[in-house]
């Protein structure tokens, strides 16, 4: 199986703060990850760290190989864009696109055409079940509904990777169901999830748990 | 105070609840019985004669001993004490997880008392526990999955909800353990 996530070492200090302490855990292609632990042990810096958004202070982390804090800004803009889809615990739509276009966005970015991108970015919209919101702007959409348009616009690119802040922390349970079902499915056609969580019942779609207390991650051992 | 309410105390449970008690110093049965009325006072009472026959027993096993016989006569004038055996029993109980389908809250309460009490750590045991819950939520997880209908779904459902109350319940109590803690030194 091959290596999607390799931390070694893994370190980001705020201050005084260990965020993230010494992290040593692999994820191979396919895996399903939850990330588990109260609030403030370090969940959200994990994916950061993965997703190159937040430079590690020591050690490091590869994801298909790639150290992306060795990369300059463009080029780890560009991987991200093409091999990662975040996820982020507050969606951070932008407010003046409607939901389609939000969709399409990392598409655009990558210097593809709003016109040609319609048709794709609403079947997204479909797999998330909003497909009769693709007009709608963030402010005209529940919290629920902007989660969905945030997950439809990380699958966008077709990413290896997708990493997700509390994907379903807005969401009824039974529409949790379909995207926790939806991350499950994109894992069985080998694409790697690590998705933070909270809720026992999400972390069960997942195939293994990491563990995170005051920046320590650990994995528990199967019983 | 703890305003926990159960059921039973079973078998087992007497064995190691005698156990925790008698950890640190010998007593005698009746010292046992008033620590656990006044430790435990919503938990089923233990009767004098399930005390006397579960000492007996351990005694029998070689998990206690006796150390000391006063003067008069009954049950009450036999101290007992843990032997080595009778402590690495009650580590081995302790900090085993439940089977996760007959976990009665009770129990899952009692050990982490028990561990607390004997002035041992209950976080190796909620940690264990934790992973057994977890584990048992995924078979039913990949089972509702593969339901052919939506009555196998919200059957699992329900179980998966009750799973996932006890797995709060468990990660709370984590959070809570060194407060806990305090409230058990004896
Ligand atoms: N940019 C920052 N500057 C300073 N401290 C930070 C920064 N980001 C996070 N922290 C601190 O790092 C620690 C971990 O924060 P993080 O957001 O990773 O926690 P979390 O596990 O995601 O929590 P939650 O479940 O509440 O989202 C916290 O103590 C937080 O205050
Ligand atoms: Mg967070």
């Known amino acids: 199986m091959s290596i999607s996530i390799r931390a070694i070492d893994l370190s980001c200090q705020f201050g005084q703060v260990h965020a993230v302490d010494r992290a040593n855990f692999t994820v191979s292609v396919g895996d399903f990850v939850a990330v588990e632990g109260p609030s403030g042990s370090g969940k959200s810096t994990l994916l950061n760290l993965i997703g190159g958004l937040e430079p590690p202070t020591g050690g490091r982390v590869e994801v298909a190989g790639t150290e992306l804090s060795t990369l300059d800004e463009r080029e780890r803009t560009t991987f991200r864009r093409r091999h990662i889809g975040m996820i982020f615990q507050l969606y951070d739509l932008l407010p003046t696109l409607n939901a389609w276009q939000n969709v399409a966005v990392p598409a655009l970015l990558d210097g593809g055409k709003l016109k040609d991108l319609q048709a794709s970015s609403t079947e997204l919209l479909k797999r998330v079940g909003l497909q009769d919101r693709a007009d709608h702007k963030p402010s005209e959409l529940s919290g629920g509904e902007q989660q969905r348009v945030a997950i439809a616009r990380a699958l966008m690119n077709d990413p290896q990777l997708i990493l997700a802040d509390e994907p379903t922390g807005a969401l009824d349970s039974v529409t949790g169901d379909d995207i926790l079902g939806l991350l499950q499915s994109l894992c069985e056609d080998g694409r790697t999830v690590v998705m933070v969580t909270h809720a026992a019942r999400a972390a069960a779609y997942a195939t293994r748990s990491l563990r995170m207390l005051d920046g320590a991650v650990t994995e528990p051992a199967a019983v | ?75 009450d004038r036999k101290q007992y004490a843990i032997t080595e055996s009778g402590v690495s029993d009650l580590e081995t109980w302790l900090s085993a997880p439940l089977p996760v389908d007959e976990a009665p809250k009770g129990e899952l309460f009692l050990k982490v008392s028990l561990a607390l009490l004997s002035g041992r750590d209950a976080q190796p045991f909620l940690e264990a526990q934790r992973a057994r819950h977890m584990a048992r939520m995924r078979e039913v997880t990949s089972q509702k999955r593969n339901a052919d209908s939506e009555t196998e779904i919200v059957v699992c459902d329900f179980t998966l909800f009750h799973l996932e109350a006890d797995l709060s319940w468990i990660d709370h109590t984590t959070e809570r353990l060194s407060r806990l803690k305090v409230e058990f030194k004896r």
Not at chain 2, 14 to 27: A, K
Not at chain 2, 40 to 58: A, D, E, G, H
Request: with cysteine; net charge neutral.
């Open chain 2, 1 to 75: 105070m703890l305003v926990y309410r159960c059921g039973i105390v079973g078998l087992m449970s007497t064995q190691q609840i005698l156990l925790s008690l008698l950890d640190g110093h010998p007593s005698y049965g009746y010292d046992l019985k008033r620590e656990y009325d006044e430790r435990f006072p919503n938990l089923k009472p233990l009767r004098f004669s399930q005390i006397y026959s579960t000492l007996s027993r351990l005694d029998r096993d070689g998990l206690v001993t006796l150390v000391g016989e006063s003067g008069g006569n009954g049950p």
